[in-house]
């Protein structure tokens, strides 16, 4: 256990649904992160929040929308997605921004229908 | 655009071999160097962060080394196991302005045979 939590762990979903990715961190850390993994592809670096404010944001599509309501509670909120947004979707927290060890949640598998 | 990449994609090796896994980046401006291992339809486990300073970093059976020059870091795993089985990836955080989070490579698909 890393002291990052994921929920769900998998999840199944149309094209025109909305759903939720939640992630939580115990370890006091100030910065958290979303990943993509894709097939055959690295990690992709999403979002980085750095104290509950959006400091990147790496050219992602707005179907995908993270929210940070505090520095324990990552959400990533998800609509009309794409059979290509298929993934394992990463979490992770690092005491923080750019320095520290990032430590990862056991991902959401997610599969759009 | 920072790029990544690890040599070899996969490695199949007898139990109690030491053996290397390679990983090259093409922009030396990073902040640390970090290699993690990847277990099946699992998270990541931080291995070692090398900080950009450094040289090296090692834990138990595993040593890490970066020569930042030269956009490169070596992972050495020790008297292999089969608990070592999984897949290794590295990752650079980078320093220009705006690149918080990681740069993976695709990663080494390590199998230690019994």
């Known amino acids: 256990e890393t002291g990052v939590t994921q929920t769900p762990r998998h999840l199944v979903m149309g094209m025109t649904n909305k759903k939720s990715l939640k992630c939580e961190q115990h370890l006091g850390h100030n910065a958290m992160y979303w990943y993509k993994q894709s097939a055959k592809k690295p990690l992709e670096l999403m979002f980085v929040?750095?104290?509950?404010?959006?400091?990147e944001n790496n050219s992602v599509p707005s179907r995908f929308s993270p929210e940070c309501p505090n520095s324990s509670h990552l959400f990533l909120h998800l609509h009309t997605l794409q059979p290509e947004d298929s993934a394992l979707y990463l979490c992770?927290?690092?005491?923080?921004?750019?320095?520290?060890?990032?430590?990862f949640g056991p991902g959401t598998r997610l599969t759009v229908l | 655009k920072q790029e990544v990449t690890q040599i070899p994609a996969a490695l199949s090796v007898p139990e109690g071999e030491n053996l290397v896994l390679n990983c090259s980046f093409t922009?030396?401006?990073?902040?640390?160097l970090q290699w993690f291992r990847q277990d099946p339809g699992k998270g990541l486990t931080s291995l070692l962060l090398i900080q950009s300073s450094q040289r090296e970093q090692t834990s138990g059976r595993l040593n890490a080394s970066l020569d930042k020059s030269s956009g490169r870091s070596t992972l050495y795993i020790a008297a292999s196991q089969p608990g070592d089985s999984a897949t290794y990836l590295c990752?650079?955080?980078?320093?220009?302005?705006?690149?918080?989070?990681?740069?993976f490579g695709k990663g080494t698909h390590l199998i230690i045979q019994p």
């Open positions: 922009d030396s401006a990073i902040y640390n």
């Open positions: 992770a927290s690092s005491q923080v921004v750019r320095t520290d060890t990032q430590y």
């Open positions: 929040y750095s104290l509950e404010e959006r400091v």
């Open positions: 990752a650079v955080r980078g320093s220009g302005g705006g690149a918080d989070g990681l740069t």
